[in-house]
């Protein structure tokens, strides 16, 4: 069974890295906070890598 990646909401500081690099996985909400919208958009080694190793607080994981 495939992980979903999550961003806590609660520490995003809206930088953007996520989005840039990935925006088939990563958006934007309505409140300028990223968002996952589709795990399966990537490979969950890319994933690991554009987003969760580069996350300057920390916010995204993997459940």
Do not use: Y
């Amino acid at each position: 069974m495939a992980r979903a990646i999550v961003v806590d909401q609660d520490s995003c500081i809206s930088c953007g890295l996520c989005v840039d690099n990935l925006p088939e996985v990563f958006r934007f909400d309505d409140n300028g906070k990223a968002v996952s919208f589709d795990s399966s958009g990537a490979p969950e080694e890319m994933i690991q890598t554009e987003a969760v190793d580069v996350c300057p607080v920390a916010c995204i994981h993997w459940e």
